[in-house]
């Protein structure tokens, strides 16, 4: 029997064909990969955008009743935004529920998505697969170190162990926060400003996601500190997003490091 990421069992007796997925880089990844799986997907999943299925609601508080209404043989979760109550629930419902855990890099992320598209969906390895891993495969130097915010109210920034801050230093930017105990930490405003007044961060990284932090939003509690606006998409999303996203984050990236040396 087919296992996931956790070690759970994953009782499927074929490839799915009626997939809900509560993930968004899960819901892209499988609608490239096999089009026409999947039967019901969140309102967060936003690609492909021509994507037409039944939304089920928010990812971390999915309509329950909605996923069960569609009958699927299978639905795909995330270990950080997936409520464990809500994995049991459905895995009590018959529900055979395929738990991917919170990748901390770009090649956890990739290996995942490997298993989960040619073990359970029996496919072979998909094109978008191997071009990411091509892209992402070399780390450069480290030319700036950067905190990177994903919330404001209240501020929460990336830590140790983060996808995202995973895809910036393979670009050559390092996390002012990857030594922190915390995946998320919070610190406050007044802690953010002292790492660029102190020279222990030099570039200030802003993406659209969650919170959609923008050039007027954003940068105003941090007079003076270069910053960049990204795709949340681009940053945190592991999937097809991944082969664009190496040219278009290193070229905003370039971009706000030789504006910061000038």
Known sequence: MLVDDLGE????????????????????????????????????????????????????YPKLDRILALEPDLVLANSEESRQEDVETLRGNGIAVWVMAAPATVPDGLASLRRLLTQCFELDEPDWLVAAEEAWRTPEPVR???????????WVVLGRDTFGGDVLLRLGVANAYAGHEDR??????????????????????LPDEPWEFTASDGPDAFPGVPY???????????????????AELAAALARSVEASSE
Do not use: N
């Not at 009782?11 to 490239?32: C, G, H, K, N, Q």
């Not at 681009?234 to 664009?244: I, N, Q, R």
């Open 228 to 246: 960049v606006l990204v795709s949340g998409r681009f940053l945190t999303w592991y999937g097809p997003s991944l082969v664009d996203a190496h």
């Open 9 to 60: 069992p994953v009782p499927v007796d074929a490839p799915p064909s009626r997939v809900v997925s509560l993930v968004p880089s899960l819901t892209e990844a499988v609608e490239v990969s096999a089009p026409g799986r999947l039967a019901g997907a969140t309102d967060y999943c936003t690609h492909p955008a021509t994507l037409d299925v039944p939304r089920v609601g928010g990812s971390k």
């Open 144 to 154: 700036a170190r950067a905190v990177v915010p994903v919330w404001r109210k209240p």
């Open 184 to 205: 998320y930490p919070r610190p406050k405003l007044d802690e953010l400003r002292a790492r660029f007044d102190s020279g222990a961060a030099d570039l200030l990284v």
